[in-house]
């Protein structure tokens, strides 16, 4: 899941009170009967339209264990990898449980702040999860986390107003183009929203264009081969041709608003965003307007990232067996079930994809295809640091400062930088 990685990257250092401090009041975990007990800390990083179901979620562990109390913390998206990070290196503020993007655990491992979670609680019917979504909780050899949800993008598209202008889903960014075209006659709107900000969505056209950011089996930086030049002339001629309106920065919100307002007709964007589209005017009260496809395709294919978010322990937690179990309850099939149920997320054990109210749920009805068919990202250490340089030069391209053979170069350049030992 993303949303504005942009910005963690940009946070500094980040103060943190006490009141989200992990464990910090001597809590051994067990009371003298044997049972759970003192305080999980959680930190969930789960947008405005998600939160208040995690929170109802995350204190039902205090049904199940009584004499233990969870410290919900709501933590924006944007700022917990740096806020973990200076905790967690500081000995101080780092929570018992976060929510972590799948990118981040091979970092966090790296780092030593996770707990390896072979042979506790934690890794509760490890079997059934779905082996992609596990794919992403390890590192060299070790299970750091539980997967929680697991997603990809599409494109959210307006029924109506596609109708309106007499086209059909488009399969194709050369499609989207000329599909613009006709709802700004028919309509007066604009086509496409294209994240700007947000450099996880330059891999749907890197993808589509056959490319890659690396091939970590041969440890060889891709990502500035042709294809990766390609996808970015595919996005400034979007916006050049005024097939699609971008931003530079906010572009989660600002891109939300357009396309539950109406302003645009399309829009790439993952499960999320569900909830907070149905919100909008173009579909609240008239669900079945919004559409959802695969992501458009560019000259070889149409394929979108893997994300998704995972649940992880602090290695220096004073209270490991709650937060063992605290992190078995939140990945649990029940649990799962409920959060598809209420936010139309998707799960990550097949076993809940038996269930009939999942099965009859309509966004993982074409969720979980194109889940089944995403590209995994670079599990190593390195993998939340590869954006960065991508979103620098999205914003020389599409500002027109540079050209898109130069911003390919200017990100292979960087990452062989940052990955001494690739070519």
């Given at each position: 899941?993303?949303?504005?990685?942009?910005?963690?990257?940009?946070?500094?250092?980040?103060?943190?009170?006490?009141?989200a401090?992990?464990?910090?009041?001597?809590?051994?975990?067990?009371n003298?009967?044997?049972?759970?007990?003192?305080?999980?800390?959680?930190?969930?990083?789960?947008?405005?339209?998600?939160?208040g179901?995690?929170?109802?979620?995350?204190?039902?562990?205090?049904?199940?264990?009584?004499?233990?109390?969870?410290?919900?913390?709501?933590?924006?998206?944007?700022?917990?990898?740096?806020?973990?990070?200076?905790?967690?290196?500081?000995?101080?503020?780092?929570?018992?449980?976060?929510?972590?993007?799948?990118?981040?655990?091979?970092?966090?491992?790296?780092?030593?702040?996770?707990?390896?979670?072979?042979?506790?609680?934690?890794?509760?019917?490890?079997?059934?999860?779905?082996?992609?979504?596990?794919?992403?909780?390890?590192f060299?050899?070790?299970?750091?986390?539980a997967?929680?949800t697991?997603?990809?993008?599409?494109?959210?598209?307006?029924?109506?107003?596609?109708?309106?202008?007499?086209?059909?889903?488009?399969?194709?960014?050369?499609?989207?183009?000329?599909?613009?075209?006709?709802?700004?006659?028919?309509?007066?709107?604009?086509?496409?929203?294209?994240r700007?900000?947000?450099?996880?969505?330059?891999?749907?056209?890197?993808?589509?264009?056959?490319?890659d950011?690396?091939?970590?089996?041969?440890?060889?930086?891709?990502?500035?081969?042709?294809?990766?030049?390609?996808?970015?002339?595919?996005?400034?001629?979007?916006?050049?041709?005024?097939?699609?309106?971008?931003?530079?920065?906010?572009?989660?919100?600002?891109?939300?608003?357009?396309?539950?307002?109406?302003?645009?007709?399309?829009?790439?964007?993952?499960?999320?965003?569900?909830?907070?589209?149905?919100?909008?005017?173009?579909?609240?009260?008239?669900?079945?307007n919004?559409?959802?496809?695969?992501v458009?395709?560019?000259?070889d294919?149409?394929?979108?990232?893997?994300?998704?978010?995972?649940?992880?322990?602090?290695?220096?937690?004073?209270?490991?067996?709650?937060?063992?179990e605290?992190?078995?309850?939140?990945?649990?099939?029940?649990?799962?079930?409920?959060?598809?149920?209420?936010?139309?997320?998707?799960?990550?054990?097949?076993?809940?994809?038996?269930?009939?109210?999942?099965?009859?749920?309509?966004?993982?009805?074409?969720?979980?295809?194109?889940?089944?068919?995403?590209?995994?990202?670079?599990?190593?250490?390195?993998?939340?640091?590869?954006?960065?340089?991508?979103?620098?030069?999205?914003?020389?391209?599409?500002?027109?400062?540079?050209?898109?053979?130069?911003?390919?170069?200017?990100?292979?350049?960087?990452?062989?930088?940052?990955?001494?030992?690739?070519?």
């Amino acid at each position: 899941m993303r949303r504005g990685i942009a910005a963690t990257a940009m946070v500094g250092a980040l103060v943190l009170t006490a009141a989200a401090c992990g464990g910090d009041d001597g809590d051994s975990g067990k009371n003298s009967s044997g049972k759970l007990s003192g305080t999980v800390t959680f930190w969930d990083t789960s947008n405005d339209a998600e939160k208040g179901t995690y929170e109802k979620l995350a204190k039902g562990f205090e049904k199940l264990h009584p004499d233990v109390k969870v410290n919900y913390v709501s933590v924006a998206f944007g700022e917990a990898n740096a806020k973990f990070k200076n905790a967690a290196g500081g000995n101080s503020g780092a929570p018992d449980v976060m929510r972590t993007e799948v990118a981040w655990v091979a970092d966090f491992a790296n780092l030593g702040y996770l707990a390896p979670l072979e042979g506790t609680p934690a890794l509760d019917k490890a079997d059934d999860y779905l082996p992609q979504a596990a794919a992403s909780t390890k590192f060299k050899g070790k299970t750091y986390a539980a997967p929680q949800t697991i997603d990809t993008l599409a494109l959210f598209y307006n029924k109506k107003m596609l109708k309106e202008a007499g086209v059909e889903t488009p399969k194709t960014f050369d499609e989207v183009k000329s599909a613009a075209k006709k709802i700004k006659s028919k309509t007066g709107k604009t086509g496409l929203y294209l994240r700007g900000d947000d450099p996880y969505y330059y891999l749907p056209y890197l993808y589509g264009e056959g490319g890659d950011l690396l091939d970590t089996k041969n440890k060889k930086v891709t990502v500035d081969e042709p294809e990766g030049a390609a996808a970015f002339k595919v996005m400034k001629d979007l916006v050049d041709s005024k097939a699609a309106t971008t931003d530079a920065s906010d572009g989660y919100n600002n891109q939300l608003n357009a396309f539950k307002d109406g302003d645009v007709a399309m829009a790439l964007d993952g499960p999320w965003s569900i909830e907070g589209a149905l919100q909008g005017k173009q579909f609240k009260g008239d669900k079945d307007n919004l559409g959802i496809a695969p992501v458009p395709g560019g000259s070889d294919r149409q394929a979108s990232p893997q994300g998704g978010w995972n649940l992880a322990a602090y290695a220096g937690s004073k209270n490991l067996d709650a937060s063992y179990e605290f992190i078995k309850y939140m990945s649990s099939a029940k649990v799962q079930q409920q959060t598809t149920e209420k936010l139309s997320l998707l799960p990550t054990r097949t076993s809940v994809y038996d269930v009939q109210s999942v099965k009859d749920n309509q966004m993982v009805q074409f969720f979980k295809p194109a889940v089944d068919k995403s590209v995994e990202r670079p599990w190593i250490p390195e993998a939340n640091a590869l954006f960065e340089p991508i979103r620098l030069q999205m914003e020389k391209v599409l500002s027109g400062k540079t050209s898109p053979d130069s911003g390919a170069k200017g990100v292979g350049d960087a990452y062989r930088k940052l990955l001494k030992d690739y070519k």
